[in-house]
T-cell receptor, first 125, second 113 residues
Framework: GQNIDQPTEMTATEGAIVQINCTYQ??????LFWYQQHAGEAPTFLSY????GLEEKGRFSSFLSRSKGYSYLLLKELQMKDSASYLC??????????????????????????FGGGTRVLVKP | DADVTQTPRNRITKTGKRIMLECSQT?????MYWYRQDPGLGLQLIYY???????NKGEISDGYSVSRQAQAKFSLSLESAIPNQTALYFC????????????FGSGTRLTVV
């Protein structure tokens, strides 16, 4: 199974930087995702890490350390529209065999995501 | 048109009623999922399907059932709705491998009174 922890809420000032940490414990690991979700809306994909290191995408960066079961999402040059919840999600490798069996040798990996509780970020002027 | 479409967007129903939430996708993905989200909480997996003939229970399947009518359609049913099933429900799809995460539908806000 999976256990994913992230802070409940963070507050930061417009133009500043905020780092959202995520720690996980998993029986199998096949990638970590970050999603942004505005209130009442669907989550939208931000980033994906499967190897250790930093992935940068504009104002957003995501870091992964598999040995530590740790990731962070870094938001730079904060804007008011960045006020949202940020969800950390881990893809479970333990589903790989089941998925392959059902996929009739398509060679696909398991792809079920387990989500953390989300971190609500409030950006203040 | 949206890649993943959920209907209805909002629904108010009475305790004990049967209700079906529908999801259809044009992504061509084999994998489909139903999640619920309660205020201030993360997403909890209800059911998932890796293929048309494959149905699997998630973390919180009690009180729910699903039907995978086709590759593109995955419906969630509440046979006898109860108030603690009031939540925001999301359908999602995913490809089989690589960096493909989920594509979510816009959600269905269900209120059971």
């Amino acid at each position: 199974g999976q256990n994913i922890d992230q802070p409940t809420e963070m507050t930061a000032t417009e133009g500043a930087i905020v780092q959202i940490n995520c720690t996980y414990q998993t029986s199998g690991f096949n990638g970590l995702f970050w999603y942004q979700q505005h209130a009442g809306e669907a989550p939208t994909f931000l980033s994906y890490n499967v190897l250790d290191g930093l992935e940068e995408k504009g104002r957003f960066s995501s870091f992964l350390s598999r040995s530590k079961g740790y990731s962070y999402l870094l938001l730079k040059e904060l804007q008011m529209k960045d006020s949202a919840s940020y969800l950390c999600a881990v893809r479970d490798q333990s589903e790989r065999l089941q998925a392959q069996l059902w996929s009739r040798n398509k060679g696909a990996a398991g792809n079920k995501l387990t989500f953390g509780g989300g971190t609500r970020v409030l950006v203040k002027p | 048109d949206a890649d993943v479409t959920q209907t209805p967007r909002n629904r108010i129903t009475k305790t004990g009623k049967r209700i079906m939430l529908e999801c259809s996708q044009t992504k061509g993905h084999d994998r489909m999922y139903w999640y619920r989200q309660d205020p201030g909480l993360g997403l909890q997996l209800i059911y998932y399907s890796f293929d048309v003939k494959d149905i699997n229970k998630g973390e919180i399947s009690d009180g729910y059932s699903v039907s995978r009518q086709a590759q593109a359609k995955f419906s969630l049913s509440l046979e006898s709705a109860i108030p603690n099933q009031t939540a925001l429900y999301f359908c999602a799809t995913s490809p089989g491998q690589g960096a493909g995460g989920y594509t979510f539908g816009s959600g269905t806000r269900l209120t059971v009174v």
